[in-house]
């Protein structure tokens, strides 16, 4: 079974920039399509961005475009989201996701692989 475990995130001003990183073991990372998704407390878990098995395509929610860039380090089994120009509407948890094979999807029940979360914080 995958087990994925984050690091990163933390607290930031509002223009600033943050790095998550997401270390997949346990099963082949080159047949996972990986996803970072954001939760703020009492609403639902939403997609930020996603990558397919090789790296080839990646798919952003609207409100992270331009801004957050993922990509995946599969020599590592390493899994990244870059934050620049966060806004204080950013902040949240965010949990990496894993997919074995298939496409990019941004139903977070699509996904079988979670970690375990980070919190980002961006103030104004």
């Known amino acids: 079974q995958v087990q994925l475990v984050q690091s990163g995130g933390g607290s930031v001003q509002a223009g600033g920039s943050l790095r998550l990183s997401c270390v997949v073991s346990g099963d082949f990372f080159n047949g996972y399509t990986m996803a970072w998704f954001r939760q703020i407390p009492g609403k639902e878990r939403e997609f930020a961005s996603g990558?397919?098995?090789?790296?080839?395509?990646?798919t952003y929610a609207d409100s992270v475009k331009g801004r957050f860039t993922i990509s995946r380090d599969r020599a590592k089994d390493t899994l990244y989201l870059q934050m620049d120009s966060l806004k204080p509407e950013d902040t949240a948890v965010y949990y990496c996701?894993?997919?074995?094979?298939?496409?990019?999807?941004?139903?977070?029940?699509?996904?079988?692989?979670w970690g375990q979360g980070t919190q980002v914080t961006v103030s104004s």
């Open positions: 990558i397919n098995w090789s790296g080839g395509r990646t």
């Open positions: 996701a894993a997919k074995k094979f298939g496409y990019l999807e941004m139903n977070p029940d699509a996904y079988g692989g």
